[in-house]
């Protein structure tokens, strides 16, 4: 095998261990975020509601002990006003609520049951940043495996990374 076979057979390799991995990890982004995306959809209305409730619960999974969370909410929409048990749970967001805790929620004006939590932002956005992290370095990793098949083609020096 010539020696130009060989390099771009490293390269490729290189190339599919990093687009593995920065899928994996956008994997996890989109893990966070596309939940609440989805829900945040359809409740458009911001509310203020004050925390009637908080229910816990303990699970332990793969020897794992975690607790969720689940606030139950007090509000008025239109006139009219509404408990709701938030059925949403996450280390980043519940966690901190307390009881008579005044926190903001968006209502869906066509079912006011339907409610998303202010603080779920947090979720969306740190999935979005591991997101676009993961995008832009896969974007920096195909540049880079593109200009080694150029150079290796031209026969010019290689990128060495």
Do not use: Q
């Not at 911001?46 to 509000?75: F, L």
């Not at 832009?136 to 083609?153: H, K, T, V, W």
């Amino acid at each position: 095998m010539d020696d130009k076979k060989i390099i771009f057979k490293k390269r490729f390799g290189t190339f599919l261990a990093f687009l593995f991995v920065w899928l994996f990890f956008g994997g996890i982004g989109l893990f966070f975020a596309l939940p609440h995306i989805f829900e945040r959809n359809n409740c458009t209305e911001k509310v203020t509601a004050v925390v009637v409730k908080v229910d816990t619960d303990y699970r332990y999974n793969n020897g794992e002990h975690h607790t969720y969370h689940y606030p139950t909410v007090k509000y008025e929409y239109n006139g009219v006003t509404y408990t709701t048990k938030v059925n949403y749970s996450s280390s980043l967001s519940t966690n901190s609520l307390r009881v008579d805790d005044v926190i903001n929620i968006y209502v869906n004006p066509k079912n006011p049951n339907e409610i998303s939590l202010e603080l779920a932002n947090k979720d969306i956005t740190v999935g979005l940043i591991i997101l676009y992290i993961c995008i832009g370095l896969e974007l920096l990793n195909l540049l880079l495996f593109i200009l080694d098949i150029r150079n290796i083609s031209l026969g010019k020096d290689l990128i060495v990374y």
